[in-house]
């Protein structure tokens, strides 16, 4: 892949060695750069030296192919603009896209949040992207997908910004919001399409907002809300965190399916904001207040109210009180 070449070399390649390379003529390669450029690719060329990356864009596909390696990611679908990465994740699943492939938009006009909210989704700097899974799990151990998704994400911005400056503390509060001080950056909505006995789908949607200025949201949204942006001196690119998370959603998947809930169970735990809290839980026309004391084996949330009974909760908005 001439991008790869180009990423590998330091300083200029020629258009000789690249075309010797990849088999095809000169007049291709250039070609193949012309294209790049059009991409957002910064590309010098020089008639005796060749060409040399510059700048790469902030997300591109071709890059995120060439740095997967399993099958979640194998298959990557792209849209500029769509309603939502999970209606088109699910009407393409039911068309037979398979098992590990990920859409990913530049921009959702009809994003959905949980609760039947809207995830605003404006262009040029977030990701908003959707994993078609055929997971071989029961229906009522979906939470458990949403769990894994989570795990992924917190960890993969641990793990790039620990190697890009300090590494910034992402929690997950009760359900699964990614958090940052308090402020959520990111959200996952899982869909599954069931039959009695087993999940025939699903998909785990997963909206990051990486380069948002909170400002930019509406009134109701932005006091609570945070991007990567503001936590960052410098920009990560939205192809390695796509990467980053594909790579940890195959790992913790398979760790599920061959060791089973426990380990994700406990690395949700650790990653928690919510655990030993004193939380208000608006789930449905109710509201309880109590200390947020566990999640139990399917994710519910074992809520001590001041009775001292325990309430399991299964969906609700989670505000700390202290
Ligand atoms: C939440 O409310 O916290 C969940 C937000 C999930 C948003 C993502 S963006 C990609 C995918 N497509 C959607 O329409 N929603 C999810």
């Not at 997950?172 to 899982?190: A, E, R, S, V, Y």
């Amino acid at each position: 892949m001439i991008i790869k070449m180009l990423q590998k070399t330091e300083g200029f390649i020629s258009g000789e060695e690249m075309s010797k390379k990849l088999g095809i003529t000169r007049a291709a390669v250039w070609k193949k750069i012309r294209t790049l450029r059009a991409k957002g690719y910064k590309i010098k060329g020089s008639t005796a030296k060749g060409y040399k990356l510059t700048e790469s864009p902030d997300f591109s596909v071709e890059e995120l192919s060439g740095i997967i390696k399993g099958t979640f990611g194998a298959q990557i679908v792209y849209f500029e603009s769509i309603d939502s990465t999970n209606n088109k994740a699910m009407e393409l699943a039911e068309k037979g896209l398979g098992h590990g492939a990920v859409l990913i938009a530049d921009t959702q006009l009809k994003g959905k949040g949980r609760l039947g909210r809207t995830w605003i989704s404006p262009p040029k700097g977030n990701i908003y992207m959707s994993v078609i899974l055929k997971p071989e799990i029961q229906p009522k151990d979906g939470t458990l997908l949403t769990i894994m998704a989570a795990i992924a994400c917190a960890k993969a911005v641990r793990s790039l910004t620990s190697k890009h400056s300090e590494e910034l503390q992402v929690k997950i509060k009760w359900p699964n919001d990614l958090m940052l001080l308090n402020k959520k950056f990111g959200g996952i909505l899982t869909e599954m399409r069931l039959d009695p006995d087993r999940i025939v789908t699903a998909v785990i949607g997963i909206g990051i907002n990486v380069n948002i200025i909170p400002d930019s949201l509406p009134a109701d949204v932005k006091a609570a809300a945070t991007s990567l942006k503001e936590h960052l001196e410098k920009p990560l690119s939205r192809t390695q965190i796509i990467a980053e998370i594909l790579k940890g959603m195959e790992y913790w998947h398979e760790k599920l399916i061959k060791q089973g809930r426990q380990p994700l169970l406990e690395e949700w735990k650790k990653l928690s904001s919510t655990l030993g809290r004193k939380v208000r839980v608006s789930a449905g026309n109710e509201t309880f207040t109590g200390i947020a004391e566990d999640i139990d084996d399917e994710g519910m949330l074992l809520l001590r109210l001041p009775s001292n009974t325990i309430k399991r909760i299964n969906a609700g908005d989670l505000t700390f009180l202290i």
